[in-house]
């Protein structure tokens, strides 16, 4: 590899678009009822863990991701 | 025996569902740093293939690479400075989200000190007088003029402030005595020669009088303060106002100029040090740079190559006389000194 392949593979990189897991975290940032489910999530996460002793049943079939 | 049935499958499988995701942002300013230190010769396709064609290792070798493993040691034993490249204007204490962006397109490099170096200077500054009368008050003001061009440093005037602070706060405590109290004394630890040149300080006359010594019996040292003095008036403008308002103070100390150990100076360190950490400060290099602009990528390693030249000269003139002491300079040390006396 020569020095101007490298400064070509670097204009390259600086200029793609972003990857596939950055679209999908940015969607998920967008998406209000995926923000809402997490929100939920996270504040019966903290119910469990924090004075519950009874731990939240597991539904059958998981949630498909919102996205 | 009876076998019950397979049943259907409880819970569905994880595997496709994505655990974990890796967020990047202005991840394309790190790949126009590579290529803006590629364009520059500090980065290779060499370095690259090392580097196992990784972005954020291949600048840091290249970085490192441009400092020099000699000048790196170097400084590793004598200053802990943290040298970073970001997009956000963090202090390495309270780094979060919340942290300002530099600027659309920009990055932000920074020197900002975690532990600061010690130079004693003492019996040093006495052999000089010895040499000639004048050359020790001389070389110290030279040397703090210097070195207050490019760092903040810890020394005899930030002790003389403390002591002054705690002198008024204990007058105005109607009920503390000031006999209870035991005072740093700042000005009993400065040698003779620059307690009488408090006042004058940095002279043309002490510049000529340096210079006539270069050759002289210590003109290694002269001539490494010559140096310092030439890198800290190289033009290399910083951003420090631009950053100033994200963070609670002015940048820590680099240096504490002391001169012997255990005297007054250190004392009043060791006392403010211990609040030093409490708040945000500010780096002591910043320069804001676009990596695709190259007038302001070369503005910016001017300025860090300038640091970095100082510091190295500044530790190189700290080991060396160091080593004169260790070797010549106790024979000469004042036994009336009340440091040594309690030692």
Known sequence: MTRDELLALFAEK????????????AGHLQCTASLR????????LNVYVGSDPVPLSTPSPLLPPLM | ?????????????????PAHYSHEVNGELLYK????????GLGSPETWVKCGRNCVAFARYSIMSAIGAERGELLQRNVEWRLEISDTLSDGYFTGDDDPPVGNGQLCVTASCDGCGYFRIGAALDSLEREAAGLGAAFYWSLVHALYRVMRIYDHDDALMYEEQLREYISEDDTASPDEYEFPEVKKALPACLEQTLDTKWTVAGQRLLASHANGRHGSWIRRLRTLNRLARVQAPTDGEVVRGNYDGPPLPALVLAFRDHDAIVACFDEESQHMLEASSE??????FAPDNRAEFERACAAAGRFVAFNVELF????EIGAWEASYGREHRDRGDSSLRTA
């Open chain 1, 14 to 25: 600086a200029t793609a678009p972003p990857p596939e897991a950055n679209q999908l975290l």
């Open chain 1, 37 to 44: 489910l997490a929100s939920a999530v996270s504040a019966a």
């Open chain 2, 1 to 17: 025996m009876t076998l019950a049935p397979a049943g259907p499958q409880a819970l569905s499988s994880l595997d496709e569902v």
């Open chain 2, 33 to 40: 740093l590579c290529a803006a230190l590629t364009a520059k």
């Open chain 2, 283 to 288: 780096p002591t290099l910043c320069v804001v």
């Open chain 2, 316 to 319: 190189t003139l700290v080991e």
